[in-house]
């Protein structure tokens, strides 16, 4: 069965500062791959997603990912961080056969920066 | 500019209680979906619906019945409400049936059972 592990539940960076989250799968074949995002109090969007192709993948608000088959990771980078990145990211994973979008989700990692 | 719309947002429930969680999304997406949301252990799938007239079950599905009840609409219900399902639901829509969609989140609905 697919998994998903992100790794550290919380991150603290300063605004400015690089940010990275690390998500993990576990999977016997590589499957699509994303990272949501939850602001306080909504519901969760889109920032990219990875399915086929380039390896790194562009989002939006500055974020990029980049699919790693032999690290099977897909961590999340932004080079600048800014206090409107304070949020709660979800990696996903969906199989590429007969998924109907069953996003398996991490188990999140919050953001928090600080001036 | 609605999407997706998921009513109540607050729920105050004592156990044993059933209630039903709606959902409507204004996309026409083919694909609906149920989550719940708990502290530490991200979203899990309780149930979805590939298409209207089918509903399958999810990763969590015990305690919940879902109901298509035409494209746009996606029903939660639970019977009996445990403090077990205490959560944070979270209705979504997608177009693609291929796994490369993109999903559509409502807002949520907090559900509390006492």
């Known amino acids: 069965a697919q998994s998903v592990t992100q790794l550290g539940s919380h991150v603290s960076v300063s605004e400015g500062a690089l940010v990275l989250l690390r998500c993990n799968y576990s999977s016997s074949v590589p499957p699509y791959l994303f990272w949501y995002v939850q602001y306080p109090n909504q519901g969760l969007q889109l920032l990219l997603k990875?399915?086929?192709?380039?390896?790194l993948v562009k989002g939006i608000n500055g974020f990029e990912a980049e699919f790693k088959k032999s690290e099977t990771s897909f961590h999340l980078t932004k080079p600048s961080a800014h206090m409107s990145d304070a949020a709660e990211y979800f990696c996903?994973?969906?199989?590429?056969?007969?998924?109907?979008?069953?996003?398996?989700f991490g188990a999140g990692t919050r953001l928090a920066v600080h001036p | 500019n609605a999407g997706v719309t998921q009513t109540p947002k607050f729920q105050v429930l004592k156990t044993g209680q059933s209630m039903t969680l709606q959902c409507a999304q204004d996309m026409n997406h083919n694909s609906m979906y149920w989550y719940r949301q708990d502290p530490g252990m991200g979203l899990r799938l309780i149930y979805y619906s590939a298409s209207e007239g089918t509903t399958d079950k999810g990763e969590v599905p015990n305690g919940y019945n879902v109901s298509r009840l035409n494209k746009r609409e996606f029903s939660l219900r639970l019977e009996s409400a445990a403090p077990s399902q205490t959560s944070v639901y979270f209705c979504?829509?997608?177009?693609?049936?291929?796994?490369?969609?993109?999903?559509?989140f409502g807002e949520g609905s907090r559900l509390t059972v006492l």
């Open positions: 990875y399915t086929t192709g380039a390896t």
């Open positions: 996903a994973v969906s199989p590429r056969a007969g998924g109907y979008n069953k996003l398996i």
């Open positions: 979504a829509s997608s177009q693609s049936q291929g796994g490369t969609g993109e999903l559509f």
